[in-house]
């Protein structure tokens, strides 16, 4: 029906490559997730348990460290989730458990 434009047959193609298996698809998804699991998942569970037992295990005469960079000696632990820290001869000053960061070596207050 084309008057201008003649008709072309076309011969056939070479036959098209077979798609990889589905599981080599996903295999690189999957090395991406044990990745992430392992370098950056796991890493940050263990530090988190870490800094929980450290919470759970503070005592009276624990030297301590807090986030702002407090330097103290555990005078107290409140039930509700405070200590007292003190951090010079007449100074004590209540802290949230969750403030402290770690727990310093025993005489490290008398070295600064």
Do not use: W
């Not at 986030?67 to 007449?90: H, R, S, T, W, Y």
């Amino acid at each position: 029906m084309s008057f201008f434009i003649s008709e072309a047959m076309a011969e056939a193609g070479p036959a098209a490559a077979e798609a990889p298996p589905a599981i080599l698809q996903f295999l690189p998804l999957v090395v991406l997730a044990a990745v992430f699991y392992f370098f950056l998942i796991r890493p940050q569970n263990k530090r988190t348990k870490d800094h929980k037992n450290l919470l759970t295990s503070l005592n009276k005469g624990d030297e301590v460290l807090t986030n702002g960079g407090i330097v103290g000696k555990v005078v107290k632990v409140v039930d509700e989730g405070f200590v007292v820290l003190q951090v010079a001869d007449n100074l004590e000053l209540k802290f949230q458990k969750g403030a402290i960061s770690s727990s310093l070596p025993k005489g490290t207050m008398k070295a600064i």
